[in-house]
C-alpha cells in the first residue's frame, strides 16, 4: 500500500541524508517528512471535504483518491474510499458509487470509525434507491439509512435519503413529510434542493396533485437551472 511505501521512503530519505549532511541533513528531512506527513493526514482531506461542498465534484473526486493513496490507516483509507463514492453519487453515477461501495469489504467497515460505517449506509441506501429499488430492496434501504442515523449521521442528505426510501415504498404523504423537515432544518446546496424538489414533485404526482408537481419542478429548476435543464 502507497501510505506504508510512503512511510519507508521517507525514513530511507532521512537515512540517505544524515549519512550525505550529517546531523542537520536528517533533521531537516525528517521535518521535511514530517510535514508530508500532516499534510496527507490532514489537509488533503480538508481540501476534498471543502471541493465538495463546492460543489467541485472533479477536484473532490481526485482529492479524496490521493486521500486513499496515501492514508496511513485502514480505517482513513476506507473514509477515503467511502467519500470517493459519495462524490460519484452526487455526480448522478449512480452505478459507478454502487460498485464503489459494494468494494469495501465488510473487514474494512469493521475496521472503520462509525461515522465511515453510516456514510457507507447512507450511500448504500442512496445509491440503491436512484438505482430503482422497491420492494424488498427499498425496505433494506430504508433500515440502511435508519441504521446510519442510529450510528449518529445527522446530515441533510440523510435525511434525504429517508424521504427516497418511503417514497419507494408508495409511501408517499410521509415521504413528502420528511422532504419538507429536510428544507426546515437546514438551508440546503442548491444541487440537494433542486433533488428534493423534482422528488417532492414525484411524491405529489404520486397523489394525483398535478399542479404541486408542477411547482416543484419550477423550484428545481430555478435552484439548480443546469442541473435540471
Do not use: K
Not at 481540501?47 to 477536484?59: E, I, M, S
Not at 419507494?168 to 419538507?180: N, P, Q, S
Amino acid at each position: 500500500m502507497l501510505g506504508l511505501a510512503l512511510l519507508v521512503a521517507a525514513a530511507a530519505a532521512v537515512v540517505a541524508a544524515g549519512v550525505a549532511l550529517g546531523v542537520g541533513g536528517a533533521v531537516l528531512a525528517a521535518m521535511t517528512a514530517t510535514a508530508l506527513g500532516l499534510l496527507a493526514r490532514a489537509w488533503l482531506p480538508r481540501l476534498a471535504r471543502g471541493a465538495f461542498a463546492r460543489g467541485a465534484l472533479g477536484r473532490a473526486g481526485r482529492l479524496y483518491r490521493l486521500c486513499a493513496l496515501v492514508a496511513w490507516s485502514g480505517a482513513r483509507r476506507t473514509a477515503a474510499r467511502v467519500s470517493v463514492a459519495a462524490v460519484l453519487l452526487a455526480g448522478g453515477h449512480h452505478e459507478g458509487g454502487a460498485a464503489a461501495l459494494d468494494a469495501i469489504t465488510d473487514d474494512d467497515l469493521a475496521r472503520a470509525e462509525a461515522g465511515t460505517r453510516a456514510g457507507w449506509l447512507n450511500n448504500r441506501a442512496y445509491a440503491a434507491l436512484r438505482l430503482g429499488a422497491t420492494g424488498a430492496a427499498a425496505s433494506q434501504a430504508l433500515d440502511q439509512v435508519r441504521a446510519a442515523i442510529a450510528l449518529g449521521l445527522d446530515a441533510p442528505a440523510v435525511l434525504h435519503t429517508e424521504g427516497l426510501a418511503l417514497l419507494a415504498l408508495g409511501r408517499a404523504t410521509d415521504a413528502i413529510a420528511v422532504f419538507e423537515r429536510l428544507w426546515q432544518q437546514a438551508e440546503l446546496r442548491p444541487p440537494l434542493e433542486a433533488e428534493r424538489c423534482l422528488d417532492l414533485a414525484r411524491a405529489w404526482a404520486a397523489l394525483g396533485e398535478d399542479a404541486y408537481a408542477a411547482d416543484y419542478r419550477q423550484r428545481a429548476r430555478r435552484a439548480a437551472p443546469d442541473l435540471t435543464a
